[in-house]
T-cell receptor
Framework: EPEVTQTPSHQVTQMGQEVILRCVPISNHLYFYWYRQILGQKVEFLVSFYNNEISEKSEIFDDQFSVERPDGSNFTLKIRSTKLEDSAMYFC?????????FGPGTRLTVL | AQSVTQPDIHITVSEGASLELRCNYSYGATPYLFWYVQSPGQGLQLLLKYFSGDTLVQGIKGFEAEFKRSQSSFNLRKPSVHWSDAAEYFCAVSKERGADGLTFGKGTHLIIQP
């Protein structure tokens, strides 16, 4: 059964550094998403992406964040200058049009 | 804006007993509703979904949920829980079928007693 994959599983970085989180959505899915989950809190929507552009974004998704689909398979989330409060689990999801399928997540730790 | 409330932070159930996890949503139009399960250290797995039609929906692992518009609820049920059901359960709502981001509740942590 096709799955959403994410790399790396854990990323440790210094405050102020740039990080890129990578996702491979399920092939032939049309919609792509990033969510985050701060430890002990609920899952929060960051951004959705469709037809090579951002479809919707939340208040969390400020100028420090960007997304890209550099080729036909990868979907990336870049954080330009990480802050301590960016420490969280980041989930990628993809959808054919209805339900969203989530990847296993990347745990980002900002020191 | 839509919102989701899961009033129970923790629920403890004996193995073999029935289970009901509560979910209330707030949204002006017909919502699209989901239940996800998250095991420790894992991603989110879709248990079931409601878009329209029959208000009682069946999902994987023996779970079902009932959409009640009058109560703005979408409660998750299972007639007999197994120890492997111990996990975090999230209710979520979206405005459209996959086009918009999901709004999640805070989750209910399910503990199974032997």
């Amino acid at each position: 059964e096709p799955e959403v994959t994410q790399t790396p599983s854990h990323q440790v970085t210094q405050m102020g550094q740039e990080v890129i989180l990578r996702c491979v959505p399920i092939s032939n899915h049309l919609y792509f998403y990033w969510y985050r989950q701060i430890l002990g809190q609920k899952v929060e929507f960051l951004v959705s992406f469709y037809n090579n552009e951002i479809s919707e974004k939340s208040e969390i998704f400020d100028d420090q964040f960007s997304v890209e689909r550099p080729d036909g398979s990868n979907f990336t989330l870049k954080i330009r200058s990480t802050k301590l409060e960016d420490s969280a689990m980041y989930f990628c999801a993809s959808s054919p049009i209805r339900e969203q399928f989530f990847g296993p997540g990347t745990r980002l730790t900002v020191l | 804006a839509q919102s989701v409330t899961q009033p129970d932070i923790h629920i403890t159930v004996s193995e073999g007993a029935s289970l009901e996890l509560r979910c209330n949503y707030s949204y002006g139009a017909t919502p699209y509703l989901f239940w996800y399960v998250q095991s420790p250290g894992q991603g989110l797995q879709l248990l079931l979904k409601y878009f329209s039609g029959d208000t009682l929906v069946q999902g994987i692992k023996g779970f079902e949920a009932e959409f009640k518009r009058s109560q703005s609820s979408f409660n998750l049920r299972k007639p007999s829980v197994h120890w492997s059901d111990a996990a975090e359960y999230f209710c979520a709502v979206s405005k459209e079928r996959g086009a918009d981001g999901l709004t999640f509740g805070k989750g209910t942590h399910l503990i199974i007693q032997p």
